[in-house]
């Protein structure tokens, strides 16, 4: 009996990887049919406007990027503030 349960265990864990497959496949070419049917519209936009390509927006990775660059440029500020009043410490320390 318990045989039995695991064979049409693996039979429909067989069948559904079978139709995930098949789904993404029909995605997937569902895109390609849309891409191809909408690809004369997009020429005559790009015509009409004198666009090549719309601008695409910044993706997350560079606008994370950007505001890594502007806390790393905002730390080197505040250090080199920091760095610039410890000298003047030292150098009124050093005249008293």
Do not use: C, W
Not at 37 to 56: A, I, K, N, S
């Amino acid at each position: 009996m318990v045989l039995s349960l695991v064979s049409v265990s693996v039979d429909m864990n067989k069948h559904f990887e079978d139709a995930r497959y098949y789904l993404k496949r029909a995605g997937e070419t569902a895109k390609k049919g849309v891409e191809e049917e909408l690809e004369p519209v997009r020429e005559r936009f790009t015509e009409l406007t004198g666009e090549d390509e719309p601008e695409p927006e910044p993706g997350r990775l560079e606008t994370i990027r950007a505001d890594l660059k502007e806390v790393q440029e905002n730390a080197e500020g505040e250090a080199k503030e920091a760095i610039e009043d410890a000298r003047k410490k030292i150098d009124d320390y050093r005249a008293e």
